[in-house]
């Protein structure tokens, strides 16, 4: 029930545990040692409108602050991607034991750039989430611009770069 594609799981050998979910399933894996120049990533399936929960609780589980989301704008609006995150700024939304609030939201040529405070439970302490959408990836196949993708690769490594710790993974999905 929480996998988008029956046939596209995780491996238990890199799968993500879900430390204090009803249960510690969630269809993400960890991408280790890919190059000496490249983080640490949790590849994973965009959320479901029933994993959305599941989601944030592993980037509060997990430490992340960077997520990359390889969805269009048009996947969206069809409703082929759960919007899983606020849109207005000051707007919270709750999302199972996590209050989400957008904080700032920039358009780049490439892709919208979203400033995402991430609060658990009510501990005092809030995080920040940089959450970077490329905005031309198409449904099907590749991007058609090279230099578009390559740009937003190059933006998505300069906030790696400033988040702090530099070990905590990178969230990349698409549908």
């Given amino acids: 029930m929480k996998n988008r594609h029956q046939d596209v799981m995780p491996y238990d050998l890199n799968r993500v545990l879900l430390q204090?979910?009803?249960?510690?399933?969630?269809?993400?894996?960890?991408?280790?040692?890919?190059?000496?120049?490249?983080?640490?990533?949790?590849?994973?399936?965009?959320p479901l409108s029933g994993t959305a929960a599941d989601f944030w609780l592993m980037v509060y589980e997990q430490k992340v602050?960077?997520?990359?989301?390889?969805?269009?704008?048009?996947?969206?609006?069809?409703?082929?991607?759960?919007?899983?995150?606020?849109?207005?700024?000051g707007q919270q939304v709750a999302q199972g034991p996590i209050t989400l609030s957008l904080t700032t939201q920039k358009m780049a040529p490439t892709h919208v750039e979203r400033m995402i405070?991430?609060?658990?439970?009510?501990?005092?302490?809030?995080r920040t989430v940089v959450h970077l959408q490329f905005t031309s990836w198409p449904e099907l196949g590749l991007p058609e611009s090279k230099s578009n993708l390559l740009r937003f690769i190059q933006d998505v490594h300069g906030h790696y770069l400033h988040q702090r710790p530099l070990h905590?993974?990178?969230?990349v999905h698409c549908r």
Avoid at 76 to 85: A, I, M, P, S, T
Avoid at 168 to 171: K, N
């Fill in 20 to 46: 204090s979910g009803k249960d510690d399933y969630i269809n993400a894996s960890l991408v280790e040692d890919l190059s000496p120049y490249c983080p640490r990533l949790i590849a994973t399936q965009a």
């Fill in 65 to 89: 602050s960077l997520i990359v989301m390889l969805v269009s704008e048009q996947e969206l609006e069809k409703g082929k991607v759960v919007r899983y995150f606020p849109t207005e700024r």
């Fill in 117 to 126: 405070s991430l609060q658990y439970r009510d501990q005092s302490l809030k």
């Fill in 168 to 171: 905590t993974p990178v969230v």
